[in-house]
Every structure is written in structure tokens, then in C-alpha cells.
């Protein structure tokens, strides 16, 4: 019969861990000769070392390959979306609904346009987009030769958007039956609108529904040309003082002064046709005025 294991005071258990520290009798220190201790030491020091180099190495490698002006693998659409100002949500659609003799709600609709319009103030795009550009060429650069090793932007004033800038009217036509709109093209980095240098996008609006109630359609800048020295776009970091180009449209809303509006940018690459992108090359939305 196997005898019972002698049970050990808490006074023998600390005498042992001290001897397991440091035993005097064959000088080791936690099981370990001072001897190994350095060569166990060495050994992490090397392991650490080289796996520390083949992580900065491994960064530095991707770092180099990168671009630091745009994304090698872009998700984004090959064709632009389109955007609408004043961007009036309903439940699902845009809908600018405004009414003439309420001055609040004319005050929202001038407010929305006059904060999008901050950027494309005259004397601030002046002062940061000075370079003349050519008119109808694409803006092409291949070196960075603007201040702080960057690339030039081509001005665009709110001016340029004639009476729908704001400067003349305040109000923008909310307080008529006669309002502006302003359409945006979405950017995409290097994206080139047409396969002509010729043939620069336009903006497009036509009437889907209540015909009758929208009497003239305006454009400015004149015929909604997006001019073809704003392509292509370079990024953020590359043109920091990049504005898109925007057209206004401004439409004299008769009897009903309701009507549902496509507006789409016209060029050879831009498409507007598919079904799951409502926003591709063309936004849609309301227009309703209320007296």
C-alpha cells in the first residue's frame, strides 16, 4: 500500500522556491547557468531583431509602391453620379417643394444654396486657383508644379452661374416662380468625360412629368457646358483647391408650378441608363412651387 505524501509547511514551500532562484550548490539562477542565461538572451535579441526587420522592410515595400495622391484600387463608379442643389429630401426622392409668399421657406432654399456656393466665392477662388488655365483643352499635368508640391486647379466663380449665382438675386428665384437649381458631377480621380477634346459634357434637363406647368428652361454658364479644363481630376491631396464645375438651371414653373425633372450630364463616357444607379450621370427630382 502506497504511503500518503508527506504534507509540506508553507515555511519548506518557500525554502524551496528560494533554492529554485538561486541554488548555491551548482550556481544556477532559476534552473539556468549564468552561461545560458547569455545565450538564451543572445538568441531573443537576434530573433527580435530580425523579425523587427522583416516587418520594416515589409512596410516599406508597400509604402513604395503606393501612391500617395490616389488609391490603387479604386471601387468607385466608372461614371460620375450626379447631384442636386437644393439637395430637399422626401421619403425617396428629391423634392424641392418651396412656397413664394412664406419667407421662411424661402430663406431655407437661398440659405442651402448660398453655404454650397461659399467655396466657389469670387475673390476666394482668386486668391487660391490664380493659374490661367486654357478653355476647352483637358488640364493635363504630369509634374506637381504648384505652391507646396501639388497641382493646379482651374477657377470657378459663382459668378460664372450668372443670375442663379446669388450676387443679383439673394434669393435665388425662391421668392418667384422662376427658382435655380444647381447640378454637380461627381468626382472621379483621372476621369476623362469624353474621347474628343472637342466635345466637352453638358448639363441636360427635361420635363418626365407636368409638361405643361414648365414654360423655358435656362442654362448658365451658357448651354450648361462643363468646360473641359477642369479634367481630369488628380485627388484631394494632389489639388487641394479643387472646386467641381457646376451648371445652374433655372425654370419658369407655370400653372400647376409642379413637376417632376431629370437632369442628366451628356458626354461619349458618362452612362445614365442603369437601373440599380439611380444617381449615374443623372439625378432626378421635384420641383413644386406654392403661391
Known amino acids: 500500500m502506497a504511503t500518503l ?3 509540506r509547511t508553507c515555511g ?18 532559476m534552473g ?7 545565450y538564451i538572451s543572445l538568441y531573443y535579441v537576434a530573433f527580435y531583431v530580425v523579425m523587427t526587420a522583416l516587418f520594416s522592410l515589409a512596410i516599406w515595400v508597400l509604402m513604395y509602391t503606393l501612391d500617395p495622391y490616389a488609391p490603387d484600387y479604386q471601387d468607385r463608379l466608372q461614371s460620375p453620379g450626379v447631384m442636386v442643389w437644393p439637395d430637399t429630401y422626401g ?11 412664406d419667407k421662411t421657406s424661402v430663406t431655407k432654399m437661398s440659405n442651402i444654396l ?3 456656393l461659399k467655396p466657389y466665392n469670387d475673390t476666394t477662388q482668386h486668391e487660391c486657383n490664380y493659374h490661367n488655365c486654357t478653355k476647352g483643352k483637358y488640364f493635363v499635368q504630369k509634374t506637381f508644379s504648384a505652391p507646396h508640391h501639388t497641382k493646379w486647379s482651374c477657377p470657378f466663380t459663382q459668378s460664372m452661374l450668372g443670375p442663379c449665382s446669388g450676387l443679383e438675386d439673394p434669393t435665388f428665384g425662391y421668392n418667384s416662380t422662376k427658382p435655380c437649381v444647381v447640378i454637380k458631377m461627381n468626382r472621379i480621380i483621372n476621369f476623362l468625360p469624353s474621347n474628343h477634346t472637342d466635345l466637352p459634357p453638358y448639363v441636360n434637363c427635361t420635363i418626365l412629368e407636368g409638361h405643361s406647368n ?3 428652361i435656362e442654362y448658365f454658364p451658357d448651354r450648361g ?11 484631394k491631396l494632389a489639388q487641394p483647391t ?3 464645375p457646376l451648371v445652374a438651371v433655372r425654370f419658369n414653373l407655370v400653372k400647376d408650378k409642379n413637376a417632376k425633372l431629370e437632369c442628366r450630364v451628356v458626354s461619349d463616357k458618362i452612362t445614365y441608363e442603369h437601373y440599380h444607379l439611380p444617381y449615374e450621370g443623372k439625378v432626378i427630382f421635384y420641383l413644386k412651387a406654392v403661391q
Not at 421619403?91 to 409668399?101: A, G
Open 225 to 235: 457646358v462643363m468646360d473641359l479644363s477642369y479634367f481630369p481630376y488628380y485627388g
Open 32 to 38: 539556468r547557468t549564468p552561461e545560458k542565461w547569455v
Open 242 to 244: 479643387y472646386v467641381n
Open 12 to 29: 519548506q514551500r518557500c525554502e524551496d522556491f528560494g533554492h529554485f532562484i538561486w541554488n548555491s550548490d551548482n550556481g544556477t539562477f
Open 114 to 116: 448660398h453655404k454650397f
Open 214 to 216: 414648365v414654360e423655358n
Open 5 to 7: 505524501k508527506e504534507k
Open 91 to 101: 421619403e425617396e426622392d428629391v423634392e424641392i417643394s418651396y412656397n413664394t409668399s
